[in-house]
């Protein structure tokens, strides 16, 4: 009797999938967390109005929910989709001479070649066209800007600023903790439990139950050259040459082969979605995915996908009640958050920059984007690919020789 019931238990166990909702809730936390201040603070920056920002969030949420939903079914692997990270600190750069119908009619385009590249199999040839280190130079000069913010945070709210910076490095100095409890999700209970000491925990008042459901808006694209120059190369850079070898490259680590060209279509025709009501483009997650794989039973993995999409969508519903919250709290607090989310990334932005190959091309492309002006009306991030690349073709052609093609080009 007691091995019928062992069995029987061992069978529930295996049935309800405790690891898998695990990885991810922890995957969701990651994601609404800092690149969720990620997007407040470029909205913030280009002078987004709240209900734009609560739009962004729910097609950010609530439509790559839907798109990570459906890949992790059909090809039972844990495919999770966001949005790329660069490409809004990119857009919060170019809002500042831009107006955001002009940004959204650049995702459109975007999305367009995404797919373009996605159906005729020329993702590949993207990424030997375009070295890795000069597009990292780039992200570089663009993220920098938030490492900055995050250090003039000591000056404006020193103990808030402290707590969530003391907390980041405690925990990652742990790698054994750090699989179990990222220090991003430390950083925002730090900050959370800081604001209620000092009195200082946001309001949501206002708020019904009606007006906490996220109301989206669609927004109609305008065309112009200037946007297009400048945004849509480096978005979809960002996409198939940053995301998806990063994302594809952890899952064949975890033992899966996920299908490059249907990963690259689905950006596409969901990136011109999401477009609709002000999102920036879609993309494969490398940390989600890699999250999300992380279990022992490698065929369990796409239920974890599933889990994670289901809680994006509901995240997504409720945007205006957690943008409310978030841009209610001090700058110090979002600065903080977005910063150091970011500092690993630059750290490994500035690592394939300088590492070897093209190294004059990528801190060219580097000091064009942390200081260059406007030309011609398009921002400083594309002038950095072009003089970037212009730098190594001039000077650095035996670079061009000898390296290997592919994404770690």
């Known amino acids: 009797m007691a091995d019928q019931e062992n069995l029987l238990l061992k069978k529930c166990s295996n049935g309800f999938p405790v690891a898998e909702l695990t990885n991810a809730f922890v995957s969701f936390l ?159 209970i730090a900050g959370v439990a800081t604001l209620m000491i000092a009195g200082k925990t946001p309001s949501i008042e206002g708020i019904t139950l009606a007006t906490a459901f996220a109301r989206p808006q669609l927004y109609t694209p305008v065309f112009s050259w200037p946007a297009a120059f400048e945004l849509v190369l480096p978005l979809a850079i960002t996409v198939v040459a940053v995301y998806t070898p990063q994302g594809v490259s952890l899952l064949r680590s975890a033992g899966h082969e996920p299908p490059v060209n249907a990963i690259t279509n689905a950006c596409g025709i969901f990136s011109a979605l999401a477009a609709c009501f002000g999102c920036v483009s879609t993309c494969l997650t490398g940390p989600s995915s890699a999250i999300l794989a992380s279990s022992e039973d490698k065929g369990r993995h796409w239920i974890a996908g599933i889990c994670l999409g289901i809680l994006a969508i509901l995240f997504g519903v409720f945007s205006p009640l957690v943008t409310r919250a978030l841009l209610a709290t001090p700058r110090a607090f979002v600065a903080s958050l977005a910063g150091l989310a970011l500092l690993r990334i630059l750290q490994s932005a500035f690592q394939t ?38 730098t190594s073709v001039a000077l650095e052609r035996s670079d061009f020789r000898d390296s290997p093609p592919g994404p770690g080009r």
């Open 30 to 188: 990651f994601a609404a967390s800092a690149p969720v201040a990620i997007i407040l603070s470029a909205g913030a920056k280009g002078g987004l109005s709240q209900s734009d920002i609560a739009s962004w969030i729910f097609a950010a949420f609530a439509i790559n929910g839907v798109l990570t939903i459906a890949m992790s079914a059909i090809y039972r692997q844990p495919l999770a989709f966001f949005w790329t990270i660069p490409g809004t600190v990119l857009v919060a750069s170019a809002l500042q001479h831009l107006t955001f119908p002009e940004v959204i009619g650049a995702y459109f385009v975007t999305a367009a070649l995404i797919l373009a590249l996605g159906l005729t199999g020329s993702v590949k040839i993207v990424m030997d066209r375009i070295p890795l280190p000069i597009v990292m130079g780039m992200v570089a000069g663009v993220f920098l800007g938030f490492g900055l913010d995050w250090i003039r945070s000591f000056g404006s709210d020193p103990w808030l600023t402290a707590a969530m910076t003391i907390t980041f490095f405690v925990l990652s100095a742990f790698p054994s903790i750090q699989k179990r409890f990222p220090p991003m999700i430390g950083v925002l």
């Open 353 to 390: 920059s300088f590492k070897q190959k093209f190294s004059l091309g990528a801190l060219v492309a580097f000091l064009v984007t942390l200081g260059a002006p406007p030309l011609f009306g398009i921002g400083a991030p594309f002038w950095g690919i072009v003089f970037g690349l212009a």
